[in-house]
């Protein structure tokens, strides 16, 4: 295995890392702007996990040794995810590992596991989250599934860096099924990170909340890393986005520092407008009733179908 | 396979865009949102059949297209709108079965266009021939809205879906109709929608409602 | 037919006869705890442990198939016994899940449950043997034989508290479907044999029947053998009989004898019959993906853990069909690399449900023992008072939602690969309709990852529903081994699943006649090619603790790792008790708001002035009120019709008498 390219993928985990919390002050910055209020400073969101991280934890009397490790499972699956999505290089050694359907197995994990933590407290509050969150998520996981079985039919494959490799290289052409697939895509992308119109990230009413109520409990050093898995979750989805329907700027596979440079630049500027299209998305919309969100994600699921449907009924 | 030419990638886009505006039709609740939405599958249409229209040289179909523009995109909407301001009926009462079951229903219903067109496409001659299988779509799912829906101003958008879909199948199979013909009909569908205003008038006045179950109790029992 | 030497068949029937052996020495001190359980089962578990490698030896790469006819069973139909490999593969699943079974039952059966444990050990060793029969037959008569015993063992081992009513009414109704499903196979064969009348299977291997005839026999195996897998509509006997059970008899059931009917439906339609008909690798497909939604909606609302878990069997026999329907399909459509997918991606998931469905069977065992509560709604809080069985079901929680890297990953990564090679099948509407199929398995998967979180969630975690669970006790050490040892597979094979497919391969190898690809690399899988896509199991296990190790040890020397406990958010309400957590049903709304139509639901509100509002729900299956009720009703009217015959007088039975006897004179005079 090549050395340069194993180094080459610690670094572009790294930078997912590191890119991850500034992505969320950006789209914090954005929505301020849009609602015309003045915006937190661009780099807020390293400053509350440096001050998270040198809290003491204050934990419920009878939590377990569950409701401890789950905030490190979480970092811990989001950065192994990290590693699989294509952010700026194009041939990541670590794609044997896992491909798309790994990955939404990836993701039902975190899921499953915070769900359980929530469970874990046992008040009205973590079940009422974990019940919540397992529903949405039963209903989005099929939905990005079938997004990847769109991205397979085109590409041939179900590893990432290879959808990316064969969408980005030319001809240039546009694909019906993946414009469906999509819309398909920024719905799942709006309902699994917590967004309006599924879920309000800055309530403070319990009986609204669906993510906020499973991390209710958790404090300092857990609630750091749980909030900046979050964060890397939001930065994953949209580097998943950017590999599907917006593939090009990544660096290939004999890429001089230049190229890398590059890339990394091209993936600031995607970051950049991707941040300011989900402020404009969450100020224009409001928050949907709880029972409208099954609807809402079986349309992004059928339309996902659809795409597959009108693939195979055009060809393209 | 090689890569399909611009136009044909165009066509395609287009018509999968009338696809996602007909089932966006079948989940939509508000009346206002309908005719929004059947609007832009009218300027949706009208550029798919200028577009055919410039590459296979068509004089024909530019008129064809300049007649869906007028009539399509701003008369029936506008009329539409209007009706919907003076009625007050601005929310569609909830449809008789519930909005996942109907998308479902939609699924099966392009499942059953498509496979029916993929023999017919074979045998076409335009360039189009592979968007007929979505022409098929939108009339099915154009009347199961119909079925489906109680508002009568949703009913009717629903009939003048089901017309654009038959028009774009024409256009995607034999390059229009007759001029007489397409003239006819447009004509019959900008008179059919006055004749409905002034049925729902009396709808409301003889129900305080839009809603058709009313209808119901005309029936002699 | 070759008669070739048989090294490891005579071991394995020796070792199959010392089960029965064993089961019999149970009787000699049939009220004595100590030695039937603590002496007889773990020696059981040890003669499994041997079955399975035997099985394991049968497909090595060099293995060929062996067999032998026995001097046992009629004077011209001997019992004919065959070790192949895909008799091998069901019997490395018999023992490695039987063995976990055996150590955990030496450590649950207890005295005064209503059979002498001396009885229960000859029911449960019968039961294994007549498994391992089931699965060695090479003619018709050892099947159906080895069938009926597997049958009626099971049914006295689930009626073990006799002493209940509801548990002899699920006895009555298992035997009945199991019996209408033997008949069903039993046809089956009838037609199989195509007029020749020899029953071996050699013989109907070499017949070669018309589509139609071909097209009945298998319509009445998938019938029969789904009677006994418990797909929908025959599925209604599940549900009932593995709750009544005990929880090693559950989870031998639940874990072994539902793949036994898989068997045999893979002998039948691939081995007797030569599939050519397209059809029939979709109605099973169809049937599969039915039953496997079906199962997971109705285990979604269910308030007793073994209820659930016996719902949650029936979506994962739903799944094992959908992947032979797969094959078939594949099979029939001479694409031969995806049909051995598509069956690989069955055989192996039905060796990750026996291992998983048997520990969670015996976690709630374990449960059920300890606090002797089988209702979701009273349990709660467990982790803190059982840490161990909390750990081993954690993991058989993690298997069986099919999260990676654990073993339920590999198989439903598998047939969703198989789903993506759909759209290659070349018939029109086929092509369009099956990738349909791949979306309600990924709805299907998705769902059991919800019905898993509830399962775990209410049992184990949170603060308990009622003050008695306080008492709880830890599992005993026999009972901890049984756990571990399935638990440790589920890690291992998901760690390596190269080591399912080489198992899997010299079955789907006689079977369709292809295998999978191997891959260069030894710590992944790659079954179509490298650049489709690839998996490693224990790269992923270890990225995944390497990360979470470094993270833990980072933050900790960077920062510290100071705790403070308190009371939790209660955001201002004081008086909150552990009833107020959610309840089963209160977790299953969701599911019950989303399906409702698919339940047959009766509710009880209390109304505003109640001084003691009560609320209660029921669901219940349609299909009992709308098929099993009607048909009952009519079998009813059908034998009152008939028991007039049975008029009740001494001088109507003597005519009856007299009149055959002039009958019979007429006849042969």
Not at chain 1, 3 to 15: C, E, I, T
């Amino acid at each position: 295995m090549n050395p340069f390219a194993v180094a080459r993928q610690v670094g572009a985990v790294l930078l997912s890392i590191a890119l991850a919390p500034l992505f969320m002050g950006w789209v914090a910055q954005c929505r301020a702007w849009l609602q015309n209020r003045s915006a937190p400073p661009l780099f807020l969101p390293f400053r509350m996990l440096r001050k998270l991280f040198w809290k003491d934890a204050v934990l419920a009397e009878h939590a377990s040794a569950l409701f401890r490790s789950t905030p490190y499972v979480l970092f811990g699956t989001m950065v192994l995810a990290a590693a699989i999505i294509p952010s700026v290089v194009l041939d990541l050694p670590f794609v044997l590992v896992a491909d798309a359907i790994a990955l939404v197995g990836l993701f039902a994990t975190a899921r499953v596991f915070i769900a359980l933590a929530a469970m874990d407290v046992g008040t009205a509050f973590g079940t009422m989250g974990a019940r919540r969150e397992m529903m949405i998520g039963f209903l989005a996981e099929p939905a990005l599934l079938m997004v990847f079985f769109n991205a397979f039919l085109i590409s041939g494959s179900t590893a990432l860096p290879s959808i990316a490799g064969r969408l980005a290289a030319p001809p240039f052409v546009v694909y019906p099924s993946l414009a469906f697939a999509g819309v398909a895509f920024v719905m799942v992308l709006l309902a699994e990170n917590a967004r309006i119109p599924i879920d309000n990230p800055a309530t403070h009413l319990e009986l609204t909340m669906i993510h906020e109520a499973m991390v209710l409990e958790y404090s300092a050093r857990h609630l750091a890393l749980v909030e900046w898995a979050s964060g890397l979750k939001l930065f994953n989805y949209a580097c998943i986005g950017f590999a599907l329907f917006v593939p090009w700027g990544l660096a290939s596979q004999h890429a001089r520092p230049g190229t890398l440079v590059l890339a990394v630049l091209a993936l600031l500027l995607k970051l950049a407008v991707a941040g300011a299209a989900l402020a404009l998305v969450e100020t224009v919309s409001a928050k949907l009733r709880i029972f409208r969100a099954p609807e809402f994600l079986a349309m992004a699921f059928l339309l996902a179908v659809l795409g597959l449907l009108v693939h195979l009924l055009l060809g393209a | 396979m090689p890569a399909p030419t611009l136009t044909a990638q165009l066509l395609n886009g287009f018509a999968a865009g009338l696809l996602l505006i007909s089932f966006s039709m079948l989940s939509q609740r508000r009346t206002r949102g309908l005719i929004e939405l059947f609007a832009w599958q009218g300027a949706i249409l009208f550029a798919s059949t200028s577009l055919v229209a410039y590459s296979a040289g068509l004089r024909h179909l530019w008129y064809s297209a300049a007649l869906t523009l007028i009539l399509k995109v701003f008369l029936l909407p506008l009329i539409l709108l209007r009706l919907v301001q003076r009625l007050q009926a601005q929310w569609d009462t909830e449809p008789l079965i519930n909005i996942p079951t109907t998308m479902l229903l939609g699924v099966g219903l392009v499942i059953f266009a498509f496979g029916l067109a993929q023999p017919i496409s074979a045998l076409a001659t335009t360039i189009t021939r592979n968007t007929l299988g979505i022409a098929l779509a939108i009339i099915l799912l154009a009347f199961l809205m119909m079925i489906t829906r109680r508002n009568a101003v949703s009913q009717v958008v629903g009939f003048l879906s089901m017309e654009n879909g038959l028009f774009f199948a024409a256009t995607s199979a034999t390059y229009g109709m007759p001029m007489v013909v397409e003239l006819g009909v447009a004509l019959d569908v900008l008179v059919g929608v006055l004749v409905l205003g002034i049925f729902f008038f009396q709808i409301r006045e003889q129900f305080d409602s839009l809603d058709l179950q009313n209808l119901e109790s005309l029936k002699e029992d | 037919m070759n008669i070739g030497p048989t090294p490891s068949l005579v071991p394995l029937l020796a070792l199959i006869t010392g089960w029965m052996g064993l089961g019999v020495a149970g009787l000699v001190r049939p009220h004595s705890v100590g030695v039937v359980a603590r002496l007889i089962f773990p020696l059981g578990a040890v003669v499994a442990l041997a079955v399975g490698l035997i099985g394991l030896g049968a497909l090595l790469p060099g293995a060929r198939p062996q067999v032998l006819v026995l001097p046992l069973g009629l004077p011209d139909l001997p019992f004919h016994v065959r070790l192949d490999p895909l008799a091998g593969f069901f019997l490395l699943l018999l023992g490695a899940a039987g063995a976990g079974i055996s150590f955990f039952a030496a450590g649950y059966f207890r005295a005064g449950q209503g059979t002498a444990p001396g009885l229960l050990c000859l029911q449960y060793h019968v039961f294994l043997a007549s498994m391992a029969m089931v699965v060695l037959a090479d003619d018709a008569y050892l099947f159906m034989v080895a069938w009926e015993t597997m049958a009626l063992s099971s049914y006295f081992l689930v009626t073990t508290q006799h002493r209940i009513p509801e548990i002899r009414r699920a006895g009555f109704l298992y035997l009945l479907i199991a019996h209408v499903g033997a008949i069903g196979i039993l046809l089956s064969f009838g037609v199989l044999q195509g007029g020749s009348w020899q029953f071996t299977f050699d013989a109907m291997r070499g017949q070669s029947l018309g589509p139609a005839r071909a097209s009945i026999a298998f319509l009445l195996a998938l019938g029969g053998f789904g009677a006994k897998a418990g797909l929908v509509p025959m599925h209604v006997w599940l549900p009932e009989a593995h709750p009544a059970a005990p929880s090693p008899v559950s989870a031998l059931m639940s874990g072994v004898m539902l793949k036994t009917a898989v068997y045999g439906f893979l002998r039948v339609t691939l081995d007797l019959l030569h599939t050519d008909q397209w059809w029939w690798g979709g109605v099973a497909l169809g049937i599969g993906l039915g039953t496997a939604l079906f199962g997971a909606v109705f285990a979604a609302v269910q308030t007793d853990m073994k209820r659930l878990l016996a719902y949650s069997s029936i979506e994962n026999v739903g799944l094992i069909f959908t992947a032979l329907g797969l094959a078939l399909l594949f099979h029939s459509f001479g694409l031969q690399l995806f049909a051995a997918l598509a069956l690989s991606a069955a055989l192996i998931h039905a060796l990750n449900h026996a291992l998983f469905k048997s520990l969670l069977f015996l976690a709630t065992g374990s449960v059920l023992h300890a606090t002797g509560e089988r209702n979701l709604g009273k349990l709660g809080g467990l982790i803190r008072r059982m840490p161990w069985v909390a750990a081993m079901a954690l993991v058989g929680t993690l298997a069986i939602a099919g999260l990676p890297p654990l073993n339920g990953f590999v198989s439903e990564w598998l047939l969703l690969q198989a789903f993506l090679s759909t759209p290659r099948i070349p018939k029109a509407f086929v092509n369009m309709l099956i990738p349909l199929g791949a979306a309600a398995l990924a709805l299907t998967v998705a769902l059991a990852g919800y019905v898993m979180v509830k399962f775990y969630g209410v049992i184990f975690l949170g603060q308990p529903r009622e003050p008695a669970l306080a008492k709880a006790h830890p599992a005993g050490w026999l009972e901890r081994i049984g756990l571990t040892w399935l638990a440790l597979l589920c890690v291992v094979l998901g760690a390596f699943p190269r080591l399912l497919l080489d198992a899997a391969a010299p079955v789907t190898g006689t079977l369709v006649g292809a295998t999978v690809h191997r891959g260069r690399a030894t710590w992944a899988i790659a079954p179509i090619a490298p650049e489709q896509a690839s998996y490693s199991g224990l790269l992923f296990l270890a990225g995944i603790l390497g990360v979470v190790g470094f993270t833990f040890l980072a933050v900790r020397r960077i920062y510290h790792g100071r705790v403070r406990r308190t009371a939790p958010w209660d955001c201002g309400y004081p008086w909150q008790t552990p009833r107020m957590q959610d309840t089963a049903e209160g977790f299953g709304q969701p599911i019950r708001h989303i399906f409702g139509s698919a339940f047959r639901i009766e509710r009880e509100l209390p109304s505003p002035w109640d001084t003691s509002p009560r609320y209660r729900i029921q669901i219940e299956d349609r299909l009992w009120r709308a098929l099993y009720l009607p048909l009952g009703r009519a079998v009813q009217r059908l034998a009152d019709l008939v028991a007039v015959v049975q008029g009740g007088r001494l001088s109507v039975y003597l005519l009856y008498a007299f009149l055959t006897l002039i009958a019979l004179l007429v006849f042969v005079l």
